[in-house]
């Protein structure tokens, strides 16, 4: 899976990309993924979050699939959570689905919750809750 290549996956036009040398203050808001292979402070809500190995994130996150490769420290709410084995977290990681590979750094609280086809506040469900009014 994290083995065959660092950058994870290859970026769409609707990805938010932020490169290595970029320090960004403030919180994103995406329907689509976020790639950061630089900084960032704020919190993340999209859809799939990608924490390239050089990427770092203080802040909260809310996605459907969250891959950390580089520093994360904050609560997370997802799906899916992927941890390379270059992987430093550190905070409460709420998720559905696990996968840590050997050497990944773990800090925090670690709760599986239960099965659930959404997240709250994810931007599927407020997007679907804005056309129904």
């Known amino acids: 899976?994290?083995?065959?290549?660092?950058?994870?996956?290859?970026?769409s036009t609707e990805d938010a990309v932020i490169g290595?040398?970029?320090?960004?203050t403030g919180s994103i808001d995406s329907p689509d993924a976020v790639i950061?292979?630089?900084?960032?402070?704020?919190?993340?809500?999209?859809?799939?979050?990608?924490i390239g190995t050089d990427g770092k994130l203080v802040g909260n996150v809310t996605a459907e699939t969250v891959i950390v490769g580089g520093s994360l420290k904050g609560d997370v709410k997802t799906i899916r959570l992927k941890l390379?084995?270059?992987?430093?977290?550190?905070?409460?990681?709420?998720?559905?689905?696990?996968?840590?590979?050997?050497?990944?750094?773990?800090?925090?609280s670690f709760v599986?919750?239960?099965d659930s086809k959404k997240l709250p506040n994810s931007p599927k469900i407020a997007s679907s809750a804005e056309g129904s009014e």
């Open 112 to 114: 599986q919750q239960q």
């Open 1 to 11: 899976m994290f083995k065959s290549s660092p950058s994870f996956s290859a970026p």
């Open 36 to 50: 950061l292979h630089g900084q960032v402070t704020g919190d993340i809500l999209c859809k799939t979050l990608e």
């Open 20 to 24: 290595k040398n970029i320090k960004l």
């Open 84 to 108: 390379a084995s270059s992987a430093f977290v550190n905070g409460e990681m709420r998720y559905q689905i696990i996968e840590v590979e050997e050497g990944a750094q773990l800090e925090g």
